[in-house]
């Protein structure tokens, strides 16, 4: 890991740019800028390409034209070597985590860091452990193997991959789907917790309305083929688009509000009594 | 970016260690593991102070190494215990929250599990095997039972046949693999008059290569070849398109709208199996005739108007008869084995591609079973 930047800096930067598959244009000059330690939430009906746009950041789809920068380095005209460089400071959580289905957890986590360094046996486990215990799991979990855990726990093993080589940007694709509203909002805390201890970066494809206001720093919008509105939740939330309005002021997202804004309550009636 | 390094110092009152450069895994951590574990031994009696000031970036491993040597004498963890940065000086207020984090997490496992010796394990694994080929055997047993009170359910109200479905699979399973198999049987045919030729020509009796094809490919090769192919080609398609319908749930929401998954799927394929199979075997049977008697013909001088007099002449009925009869069992083992195995999958993906592997194998081996027991069935009969 090269010296870490200022918090705020951008660490991701996206120009103009254009995907798109056979003769469909997902994204036209699309800008985007990540800065470093937030966590951002990326919202969109379905279909506007926000699982695209991870995967044209992250180097698994080629872009049509424009440019994306990840720390500071064009990463498009990058050769493989510079590339698998950029990749080792990236943590991506897949859907339903992507596990390798022939190796346990355990294995699962040790596999970035035997792939890329050269470390004793002991010091693997180690860091292993202490990432599935990060991650939020039991340590015995670390011996069972994903078709045994639960669709959270396969969650946490993969944040558990994603984190093992200590990366600065974690990507995460839907963190929170299919999750119960108990282990989403613990799986939100979590994400919380990380970024304030590891200084990480996140990036956050959701469609979780709780976890947008819980957790993320700052939410874009995708809409016809661009970024619509970005910036901390109240300012997206009074952009006049229809579908930003229909989806912050549609019932689930008033529900949502109206739960954030309780819980601050509360937290501030606790400090309230604490002084 | 400069390696991870420390420097120890004995101080009156302990051990001070003086870490620098970049502790993170990237920069070396792992070749200074060895010896920062050696010092955790050795200073187990003592104090410990260790002195981040010259450490330029740290990552969560090199704080987990720093506070697992912090922690190495239970001493020294109760204090940590109550502040995780006990024992840690100059922090920069960045690496406050790793260290803090590193400390809550704290917790060597055991990844590999304990398996015990070799020998044992492999007796194990015998053992297992046989368990479980014995109820895979009783299973495939009462599938085929169940398959059965299907077909009878069914074919006792024919309304319920489900035509649309089993053309469909006819045309599947018969209709598309006529090229594959017509080849197949001609040029298995052409090899066989070759290979006869070469041999019966060293007894002056080449004029029986006419028995030698005829007899082949009409009682064994037409009709095994055929089923062999068929059962790498369909048994493995069924096992594959059941076995990922299972896998999306698809079965489960059959069985809820209450249809039949044996009735709509199952049956559909075993009834156009039986019916092709024999049709293709004819096919096999008749190309591979022609591919044996055109090699007779170019090869040996044996015209082709001779060649069919002699077949006429010696070739009975019975020998054809003997191979069109085996078809429809041969196309009833490998749908049934193929379905089932089908059935089977469940969970992952890797357990779909090691059924279809599986459901080939088994229905190769019964098609090879099956074909033994005719034999000797036909050969007891003087057939």
Known sequence: MTARGEKGDPIIEIKKLTTGFGSQIIHQDLDLTVKRGEILGIVGGSGTGKSVLLKAIIGLIKPRSGAIRIFGEDVLSMNDRDHREIDRRLGVLFQDGALFSAMTVAQNVIAPLREHLNLSSELQQEIASMKITLSGLPLDAATKYPSELSGGMRKRAGLARALAMDPDIVFLDEPTAGLDPIGAAKFDDLIISLKESLGLTVFMVTHDLDSLHRACDRVAVLAEKKVRAIGPLEEVRKNDHPWIQEYFSGPRGRAALASSVQEQDRSGDREATVE | ?383
């Open chain 2, 1 to 383: 970016m400069s390696a991870a390094a420390f420097e120890l110092q004995e101080t009156e009152d302990g051990w001070c260690l003086e870490a620098t450069g970049t502790w993170s895994l990237g920069a070396g951590l792992g070749n200074i593991d060895g010896k920062l574990r050696r010092f955790a031994e050795k200073s187990m009696s003592k104090a410990l102070k260790i002195d981040l000031s010259g450490v330029e970036t740290m990552d969560t491993a090199g704080a987990m190494m720093l506070q697992r040597t912090m922690r190495a004498c239970s001493q020294r963890e109760q204090m940590a215990d109550d502040d995780a940065l006990y024992g840690f000086d100059n922090v920069k207020e960045g690496y406050k929250g790793l260290l803090a984090a590193a400390a809550n997490h704290l917790s060597p496992c055991e990844i590999d599990v304990n398996q015990g010796s070799a020998f044992v394990l492999m007796l194990e694994r015998v053992g297992r095997g046989t368990e479980d080929l014995m109820h895979e055997i009783l299973r495939l047993v009462s599938y085929l039972g169940e398959v059965l009170v299907g077909l009878y359910t069914v074919l006792s109200r024919p309304k319920r046949l489900r035509m649309t479905s089993i053309v469909h699979h006819m045309e599947e399973s018969g209709l598309n693999a006529t090229l594959i198999v017509g080849l197949m049987s001609f040029l298995i045919g052409a090899v066989i008059a070759f290979m006869g030729a070469t041999v019966l020509a060293q007894f002056g009796a080449q004029i029986f290569v006419v028995e030698l094809i005829g007899i082949t490919v009409l009682r064994e090769f037409g009709v095994l070849l055929t089923a062999i192919l068929i059962a790498g080609r369909s048994g493995s398609a069924f096992t594959a398109a059941i076995g990922s319908m299972k896998l999306r749930e698809e079965i489960d929401a059959m069985e809820a709208m209450g249809i039949n998954p044996m009735e709509a799927l199952v049956l559909p394929r075993l009834i156009a199996m039986v019916f092709v199979l024999p049709a293709l075997t004819f096919i096999a049977a008749m190309m591979g005739l022609i591919g044996g008697g055109l090699v007779a013909w170019l090869q040996m001088d044996i015209s082709p108007a001779m060649f069919l007099t002699r077949t006429q002449d010696i070739i009975v009925v019975e020998n054809f008869m003997v191979g069109m009869v085996k078809a429809p069992f041969f196309a009833f083992a490998i749908s049934v084995i193929g379905c089932y195995q089908g059935m089977r999958v469940s969970g992952s993906a890797e357990e779909l591609g090691r059924h279809t592997t599986i459901s080939v194998v088994q229905s190769l081996f019964t098609v090879i079973l099956l074909d033994a027991g005719f034999a000797i069935f036909f050969m007891e009969l003087n057939i």
